[in-house]
Each structure stands twice: as C-alpha cells, then as structure tokens.
C-alpha cells in the first residue's frame, strides 16, 4: 500500500522558535496534500490543503502566516510552525492524496508529536 | 470544521462482545471511511463505503451508510482487546476534495 513518512515523529522546541514538519510520500506522486491537528483525546481537524507547485488552502481560524505550507514538489510537503507557542503543542498529521485519484483514498502520515515548551 | 458526530463518545464493552459506534454527518457525501487511531499513534484505514452501498464487510467490521439519515454505523464483532482505540468516521462531499473527520469514539475492550 501506498507510504507516507513524517519527520520528525517527535520535537520539543522553546516559546518563539519555528519548526519545520516534512510530510513525504514515499511510492506515489500526490498532487495533494493535506494537514491535520489532532488536540489530546480529540479528533482530526483539517488546517489547510496543499497543491502541488500553488499555494495552500487553509481553513477557517488558521493562521496562514503561523503555518507557513509548502508543497514544492510531488513527494514532499512542509509545514512550518513559526513563533511556536505552547498552545500550538499538538499532534499534526499530513496525508497523502495520489495524483491519478482526485476525490479518492488518502494516506495518512504517522503523525508528528510537537511539544513547545 | 469536522463534519461528522459520533456516539457514543466512550464505549467500554468485554471481550467477546460487539462494538456498535455510529457516526452521522451533514451534508451530501461521495464516501465515508472509518478509521482507527491508538493513544498517540498514526491513523489505521479501516473501511471505506460509497454513497451508493449499503454495507460493507471486511473480516470483524461490518460498516453500514444510510444517506437518507445522513449515517454511518461501524460493528466489531467479537471484540478483543486489541481492539482498543479510537475510531474515527470521515466524510468526503461531492464538491469537496478534503476529508472531514467525526469527533471519534473511544473504544475500550476488557480482556
């Protein structure tokens, strides 16, 4: 089946530092990509989507500025999380939509675990 | 926003019984797929149902979708402890490309 990587799985960074989130698909192009957060004992909300090679498409009461996406090429999407701030610790989650299936399965990263301190 | 509610939003069952979590959404749909999430961990697809069937089985999950009440049940049948995690239901909307996700049932499977 179809692999999408996450890296780093976990990152602790200090209040006023950014970090960066690679969101990778390992066998299959993916046009799209999607990114999550998940708060502890909740479920999934979707941040923003992004197209391969245009700009992202956040949700509502998402900062774009504090959740800078990027998805320059077919197998990879970044998100970066500028300023951090404890109440931006949180599970994020990216997944993976294949090229040749608009509207089909999406693979799910395994999830990178950020903790501001 | 998330599209979907789940009830219960905790289970708690023994080994052996059947798990039944439901899920109900708002609007039109072109697919609904059930997944499974452990404390902390990646999301697991478990099922994925067509607005035009009824139900699906695969091995101990069966998944049913009535689009006319705008909802979804998941049954495990014969529960293990294993079995123990959080199963999430997500919509796909016709004149959408993104997945809206329920808010999740906690299941917990005694041994």
């Known amino acids: 089946g179809a692999v999408v990587s996450q890296h780093p799985s976990r990152v602790i960074c200090k209040s006023g530092t950014s970090v960066k989130i690679e969101c990778r698909s390992l066998?299959?192009?993916?046009?799209?990509m999607f990114w999550y957060r998940q708060f502890p004992k909740k479920s999934l909300m979707l941040m923003a989507t992004?197209?391969?090679?245009?700009?992202?498409?956040?949700e509502q009461g998402v900062e774009k500025d504090k959740f800078l996406i990027n998805h320059a090429s077919l197998t990879l999407s970044t998100l970066t999380v500028t300023s951090a701030h404890p109440e931006d610790s949180s599970f994020y989650i990216c997944?993976?939509?294949?090229?040749?299936?608009?509207?089909?399965?999406?693979?799910f990263g395994p999830g990178t675990r950020l903790t501001v301190t | 926003s998330q599209q979907g509610e789940e009830d219960p939003q905790a289970l708690s069952i023994q080994e052996g019984e059947n798990a039944t979590m439901n899920c109900s959404y708002k609007?039109?749909?072109?697919?609904l797929q059930w997944y499974r999430q452990n404390s902390g961990r990646g999301l697991v697809h478990l099922i994925l149902?067509?607005?035009?069937?009824r139900e699906k089985h695969s091995g101990r999950l069966r998944v049913t979708l009535d689009t006319s009440k705008k909802s979804s049940s998941l049954l495990i049948t014969a529960s293990r402890a294993a079995d123990t995690a959080s199963y999430f239901c997500?919509?796909?909307?016709?004149?959408?490309?993104?997945?809206?996700f329920g808010a999740g049932t906690r299941l917990t499977v005694k041994p």
């Open positions: 997944s993976a939509r294949a090229a040749e299936r608009p509207g089909g399965q999406q693979y």
């Open positions: 066998d299959f192009q993916a046009t799209t």
């Open positions: 992004s197209n391969e090679g245009s700009k992202a498409t956040y």
């Open positions: 609007t039109s749909i072109n697919n």
């Open positions: 149902i067509r607005s035009n069937e």
């Open positions: 997500a919509t796909t909307a016709y004149n959408n490309n993104d997945m809206r």
